[in-house]
């Protein structure tokens, strides 16, 4: 295996756009990480950095898989904190915290074979393509450079109550109505932060659903955007009375919203909802969006004397963005929120304490707090596996050549139709899939162009 970790095609498979993630025992093993490791940690020394902090969840190979990493960076000079479990967003919050660069290792939503490590630069900075990975990828194919100095440190602390307490202070739901809440953890890291950081407000009663950290995923795939994955918590939150439901991904960087009724709530409406939050607090402010959310989102924040900002999707996108324009926030339709206030990094929990702060300083139920945030008609995000993207891809474009305003690259295509009709179609950067986004006026004319770029692109 380590052998072929080496080869180029392979490691360029591996280390993505954004991150690394592949397949344990086939792509990545503890040798290559631990090469990994190094390499990263050969770039944040030349940038001054003295440590690095290193977090993981629950998934069986995390344990060994981070020590390597730790092995590599410690055998490159550079001591090493580790905060063990964590979700990703506690690992952004120790790296601004503790003001050094960090490494998460999960592969988030992706089953249980697969791992990952999520980098980032001191302050939560994001690690991309073109601000690190490529040069990483380039050494660990090469050999990384041996390092003739000292070797590096490692030391442990806990700052689970610190993150929570940081959170807490950043939206106060001390004095909101009792608000019952069902959480499905997905067996995942909201097991792990939901308690300390909902567990102990008092205006809130926790209804919990899968809590037992648990990386084989026995209950279901920690991926609430895909809608089988909703089904217990809806049920939950029906049976139980909740006035709301949350669902977090397996490294709880991502919260997803079910109302009262067990409705799904559509993450664009949530980034609008907070925008708004976030806008009062600051009028004029800039909130990022990425191209595949609703454009009732750029909308609202153009109503609201705000700046919005279109980006690509993922992660190392929108922060750098963030950082660039001084966002206060910025949202993704695949319920990834970035907050200022948090180092421009992404907390699922910070969003969902705004829900909960907007719902419970209201007597509104979820349903018509959300209504007023929801304008267009949706299709959610349809993955499909193909042999050949690009293909498929302008086949789309040439059926819609008569149909199209415009089309846009910034990410995949982002077709143009008029009267508030659009889509997107993209190649994943961590799956062989092309993910499909359609929006309009209503789910009928939705519906029949989700048919009719389905049947040309698994023709």
């Known amino acids: 295996m380590t052998t072929l970790a080496r080869s180029g095609e392979l490691v360029n498979a591996v280390i993505k756009a954004y991150d690394v993630r592949g397949v344990v025992g086939e792509q990545i093993d503890a040798g290559f990480v631990r090469d990994v490791g190094a390499s990263f ?17 629950m998934r069986e190979s995390s344990p060994e898989l981070a020590e390597a990493f730790a092995q590599g960076v410690q055998g490159q000079g550079l001591d090493v904190v580790h905060i063990g479990l964590a979700s990703t967003d506690q690992l952004y919050f120790a790296s601004g915290r503790l003001g050094c660069p960090g490494a998460m290792f999960t592969a988030s939503h992706n089953p249980a074979k697969y791992n990952g490590i999520k980098l ?35 030391s442990s602390v806990d700052l689970l109550a610190d993150y929570a307490s940081f959170l807490r202070d950043l939206v106060n739901l001390d004095e909101i109505r009792p608000l019952t809440i069902a959480v499905d953890a997905g067996n995942g890291m909201g097991g792990h932060t939901v308690p300390a950081v909902l567990g102990a407000l008092g205006p809130v009663t926790l209804v919990p659903l ?49 109302d009262e009724r067990g409705e799904p709530v559509s993450p664009s409406a949530i980034t609008a909802l907070v925008a708004q939050r976030e806008l009062t607090k600051e009028p004029g402010a800039t909130v990022i969006h990425n191209l595949i959310t609703s454009r009732a989102v750029p909308e609202l924040v153009s109503e609201l004397g705000g700046k919005p ?23 993704e339709h695949s319920a990834h929120y970035y907050f ?120």
């Open 120 to 154: 980032c630069r001191a302050n939560a900075l994001p690690v991309g393509q073109d601000s690190g990975l490529a040069t990483i990828a380039a050494e660990v194919v090469a050999g990384v450079p041996a390092y003739d100095g000292a070797p590096g440190s490692a």
């Open 41 to 57: 940690a050969r770039l944040m020394r030349a940038e001054g950095a003295e440590r690095v902090v290193i977090g993981h969840d």
């Open 210 to 258: 899968y809590f037992e950290l648990d990386g084989s995923f026995p209950n279901h795939e920690a991926n609430p955007l895909d809608p089988k994955n909703l089904v217990d918590l809806q049920a939950l939150v029906r049976s139980s009375g909740a006035d709301i439901g949350l669902a977090f991904d397996g490294d709880a960087d991502r919260c997803f919203v079910v």
């Open 309 to 331: 900002v279109r980006t690509r999707v993922g992660h190392s996108f929108i922060k750098q963005e963030m950082a660039a324009t001084g966002a206060v926030f910025g949202g």
């Open 340 to 459: 200022r206030d948090f180092w421009g990094a992404d907390s699922g929990m910070l969003a969902a304490l705004h829900v909960l702060a907007a719902l419970g300083e209201g007597d509104r139920p979820v349903s018509e707090l959300m209504a007023a945030y929801d304008g267009y008609a949706a299709s959610g995000e349809i993955n499909s596996t193909v042999a050949d993207a690009t293909d498929r891809t302008e086949a789309v474009l040439a059926a819609f050549a008569d149909r199209t305003v415009s089309v846009d690259r910034l990410d995949g295509v982002t077709v143009d139709l008029g009267e508030h009709a659009w889509f997107n179609l993209r190649a994943s950067n961590t799956e062989p899939l092309l993910r499909l986004n359609v929006e309009a006026g209503s789910q009928a004319e939705v519906n029949a162009l989700v048919t009719e770029i389905l049947s040309i692109v698994r023709a």
